[in-house]
């Protein structure tokens, strides 16, 4: 006779779904600890000129998991951005569970145009980056430049492609040398002028731009606070010839 008391197999079946369920209830714990534990409490934004903290979280924490840092520190790995103008790239990083840091990258922009009632920022290789009826500080406004339309992302279409070169040119001097200047002029001889507070500056054609932007910021500051035109068409590397003509009361 056989034993009543033997015991009984677990059906295998039973097993895997045994197995699964855990592993669905384990996973399902998981989430629901890592929504809570690194919902973001705490948002730091740096690099940003633009646009305000306030906006620059409301482009970046949206979505189902716009508060989770570990998706905002995935989505946001050196991200380039395409449709925000004036953005190139935007990092958020974890400082703790609930803070992050969002870090941007705004793009260099050379200078604008005033064209049928707008301002059309350009960068640094000359592509058009927004077309706005809204002037932003900061940026010189560029004049002498002639050309019938503009595309947003493209290259300005300028009738003298070589005017628009000098122009560059001489924008990424200015950035390299932290010269700042409200406008820049070009003349139809091509002569350059730019405009800072109350000083005109000739800076004549393109020959020793380097060099006369290089030293423009120490002759500029033993001119704080005086009105004039400072000539700098003859001034090279050798000579450093200029003269101020102070502007008549």
Known sequence: MRKKNAKRKISPVLIVFIVILFLILAGFGIYEYLLKAYKVVNVYVEGNVHYTDDEIKALVMTGDYGDNSLYLSHKYKNKEIRDIPFVETISVKILSKDTVKITVYEKVLAGYIEYLGRYIYFDKDGIVVEA?????????????????????????PAKDPELFLKVLNITKLMEKYDVFAEKIYFSNFGEITLFKDDIT????KDK???????NLNAILQK?????????????DETTKRTSFEVEAE
């Open 208 to 214: 020793d731009l380097d060099i006369k932007i290089m």
């Open 223 to 235: 001119l704080e606070g005086k009105k004039g035109t400072l000539r700098m068409e003859n001034y």
């Open 201 to 204: 500056i000739k800076l004549g």
């Open 132 to 156: 706005s009826t809204e002037r932003t500080e900061g940026i010189p406004e560029v004049v002498g430049i002639d050309f019938d339309y503009e595309i947003l992302y493209e290259k300005l």
